[in-house]
């Protein structure tokens, strides 16, 4: 059971316009699980955008949520997405420091059930926002990878799964058959903290339960890449790489685009009689070509 209180809703369009890209609104919800009240951030567009109807669910990396998160849903957003950035340690745990966050991240990791409830709260008020879960992808970054796979492995009808630096591990035996979601995971080689042992195991795992998957491994590239603020320093084991985040960024954008286009058909398409139906609903222009929304088969 989960419950859900909005806290404050504030619109902001000065901080969130983009020029020739949509406002949106940005509100602070909490919501609950049987035994824990969390605090995500919800950003939706207020006009139509090139990612109109596709959701967008991100899970924080070790240190909770922060501008990591909200700088990739205002992008999200920005296209037309309705994105909630999901809170999965708690309201009030925002750990000061690597160390405070290394602890939250180990805490989790723990208590797979509770990561399972809270992520799945947090998809359900996306979806209340009129988001189909079919049309969501979910983004995680470090552990927000693993809860990313783990609401995936509660059998949630998401349309892909995506893992950033992720920490890839099994957790709860024969659960990832339940994954119905094609997952996309992006890793440095150097990663410390997701070895080549760890990539095979779940490799392995998924190739046994039939899951549809991605490995992309970014050799050269350490743990956190994304994260400009990191330094370039891959001796530590945590250090941005630009090569490796352009290409992570445009592989999502695909993604996305796929959430979105499977109700829009190429204009061309539909007047060569290849179309499954030809009853218009909307139009919408991307790089050039038209795309037609028509209803489904």
Known sequence: MTFRKLAFASLIPAALTLIGAPVMAQQTIEYSTETTTYEGTLFTPENSG???????????????????????????AAQGATVFVADFYGKDVRPEGPEAATAEAIRVRGAVPELRSAMSAALTELTAQGVEADRTAVIGTSVGGLAALELGCTGAGLGAIVVLWGVLENTVADTAQQISAPVTMLQGDLDPLVPAEARDSIAAEFDAQDVDYDLQVF???AHAYTLAFMGTDTSSGFAYDEAATEASLARIDAILQGLWKPNFLPRSLIEAGNACSTTLIGCRTIQGEKYLSVNHC
Request: hydrophobic share 45%.
């Open 50 to 76: 090139a990612l109109d109807d596709v959701g967008v669910l991100i899970a924080h990396d070790f240190l909770g949520p922060s501008e990591n998160q909200f700088s990739m849903a205002r992008n999200y």
């Open 219 to 221: 050799e050269g590239v």
